[in-house]
């Protein structure tokens, strides 16, 4: 067995889900890797990673509406507001979704169900540059 | 070191958590792996995982009816709705949770905890038939 | 390739975010591992893992108190109440973050972001001792 690892850079642009199925898939294409598992690492707190439905776009829309209902920015029950009203907001919607996750991979491709895509969720307002480890383990 | 993968086929029938304990506990067996990690990963996006309380089945009730409460059937704020009034809130529910799962494996068990059990927790209300991809890494 | 198995064990003492990212980088140091995958896995379903900001300890707090008013002690929507009001909302609140976690390794070091640490989460009010898995696998 062997491993294979590459750091993505991702540009996103306010809250939302930013797909890298196809970055992750070219990834795994040049490892060479056959049979094994993908593991994906968020490096942030204020951005996370979520297995999705990647068909409507309704559904990312949805989930966004969704997380900034359950976790408003400004918040008054939140002491933390260094970098502003969805500074706090972002880390509770990272720890509510994923900072790692595996994908198995078969015959040198991900085993990604037919409507799951690998995407990364920013919560943060500001622009921001995320980085994202994808790490291969296998033969 | 080396791998083994193999894919359940488990059936469902409406919101509710479905154990799977003893089919990955199998495979490990299967496997010979004596020292490794097994990693369990769906691959559906209305359906997801859980490593959750296997004694008391109140357990299995209560979360299935605080996440029905957290994410309410037609909910306005959804727009996608392709499938009907859980469609969408399927697939909040499984942000919520984990899509993937990676265990520990030692003296050729799984390492859980004495009241973890493996679940599946289908959130929709038509029985599907959910593809859990279990596959292992050791020696 | 090879692995590296040690179990840690962490008291608590009631709600709140406990670090122990020092403890999983020594365990690195130990494996003598410098390319690879840390896998880290709670056997508990009340208490859970989190990574999470590491600079201002109001970040801690803030969580525990959304957590806590998300899932509230007591809610009458639960039925399993075996150990006490806050029994099954521990167990809500594991379902809600993470039980497994996997994080690269490069240089013998892991590969976290500047702000990220590694954190139990424990959900109940009585002092705990609970114990995770650090697997690393790689070279």
Partial sequence: MRQF??????ETNGPGLLEFTDKTTQIVAASGILTGVAHVFCRHT????????NADPDVQRDLVA???RLVP??????????????DMPAHVKTALT??????????????????QGIY????????HTRSVVVHIVGD
Wanted: avoid cysteine; proline fraction near 7%.
């Fill in 5 to 10: 690892q590459q750091t993505l850079t991702l």
């Fill in 46 to 53: 204020s951005a996370s990673l979520l297995i999705q439905e």
């Fill in 66 to 68: 969704f997380f900034k």
């Fill in 73 to 86: 920015d400004g918040d008054p029950i939140f002491v933390h507001r260094a970098e502003g009203p969805d």
């Fill in 98 to 115: 994923q900072t790692t996750l595996a994908i198995p991979i078969a015959n040198g491709a991900l085993m990604l169900g037919t409507w």
């Fill in 120 to 127: 990364l969720f920013e919560h943060r307002r500001r622009p």
